[in-house]
């Protein structure tokens, strides 16, 4: 079966083939169930390898539960997270935050989906006043959901920004990896090195099948984090699934290989796409997306083709994510085809 190229999400490539086989060796006989296997404990033991002795590493399902749980550890229910108006936590998943942590997003306007301190002061006005929620924790995204980048320094800067107020600093790393490959760095370098608290760890836009990791750098974050996965209901009774995929993605730096390639082919899809009449790149793309502004019919047309999102409404901007699997002929052809619908519309 032949499929359409598709540049809707990271999420809808597939599984890449070296975790699919760390997937069939897992499923040799029994294990321990609920994370009391030999994978899991070598999975927790390469996350300190990586990120640092401080990481202690608990796997769960989903991205949203990685970020819902994360913060549960870290807060209660008098509290705020302060976020971009932007951020996931914020628009993309459906209120569960507020819902199942009892606390109060507080969303910050940003210019290109980064805080930094000096749009975060006006938040800490009512420090100690009883009649407002009492902000704790900062919750950062990187890469953003606008695709941009945070640097090791700005993230410290952050850090210390929240130390200093008495918060903590939650990262949302669904696209961690994309981050890292791009900055060329390590991922503890804009982690545990620079003052990160609370670590929701992207898997599944990265190659894996499904599950993420929450990893906090803070012992009193992990002690009773075990009783939050399991009342959220992350608790996988077969844990070795997710652990035997992470240890593939972490071995020999799978992640970079992996966000290498669909940060490299999202350069590329801009690239082609940069003088096309009729196309404009918004803005240049630090990782995995492609933001562009289209006329309304091209985007009709080419939608009926191919898989993508319509990110602004108003403005006709679209997003181009690409992946792990995103191949160079499919980019040039997805290229050709934008190219060519936009000629004929202008």
């Not at 990685?66 to 998943?93: F, G, K, W, Y």
């Not at 599944?204 to 803070?218: D, S, W, Y």
Request: glycine fraction near 6%.
């Amino acid at each position: 079966m032949t499929h359409a190229p598709c540049f809707a999400s990271d999420n809808y490539a597939g599984v890449h083939p070296r975790v699919m086989a760390a997937l069939a060796a897992a499923n040799h006989g029994p294990a321990k169930a609920y994370g009391d296997d030999e994978l899991t404990q070598a999975a927790r033991a390469r996350f300190k390898e990586v990120l640092g002795d401080s990481a202690e590493a608990f796997f769960v399902f989903l991205g949203t539960g990685a970020n819902v749980l994360a913060l549960q550890a870290m807060t209660r229910p008098h509290h705020a997270v302060l976020c971009a108006a932007s951020a996931h936590i914020n628009v993309d998943e459906c209120g569960a935050p507020e819902r199942h942590l009892g606390c109060k997003l507080m969303h910050v306007d940003t210019p290109d989906g980064k805080l930094t301190p000096a749009l975060l002061e006006p938040f800490l006005l009512h420090h100690g006043n009883e009649h407002h929620n009492q902000p704790r924790v900062i919750s950062i995204a990187q890469a953003t959901e606008l695709g941009t980048l945070y640097t090791a320094a700005e993230i410290r800067a952050l850090a210390d920004f929240a130390h200093g107020h008495g918060m903590f600093l939650h990262m949302d790393g669904a696209r961690l990896g994309n981050a890292a490959a791009a900055l060329g760095c390590e991922l503890r370098e804009i982690t545990s090195d620079a003052g990160v608290d609370a670590l929701s760890f992207g898997g599944t836009k990265n190659g894996l099948m499904f599950g993420e990791a929450v990893v906090f750098f803070r012992p009193e974050f992990a002690q009773d984090f075990p009783f939050i996965r399991k009342q959220g209901m992350q608790l996988c009774s077969k844990m070795r699934f997710i652990a035997a995929q992470f240890l593939a993605l972490l071995d020999d730096s799978l992640w970079r290989v992996n966000a290498g390639n669909a940060n490299a082919m999202a350069r590329l899809l801009a690239d082609r796409l940069k003088d096309a009449p009729g196309v404009r790149i918004t803005q240049s793309p630090q990782t995995n997306a492609v933001f562009a502004a289209l006329q309304p019919e091209v985007i009709d047309t080419l939608q009926r083709r191919y898989a993508f999102y319509t990110w602004d409404h108003e403005q006709s901007v679209v997003r181009f994510m690409t992946s792990f699997a995103t191949t160079e002929a499919e980019v040039e052809a997805f290229a050709q085809a934008v190219r060519k619908e936009a000629l004929t519309a202008k």
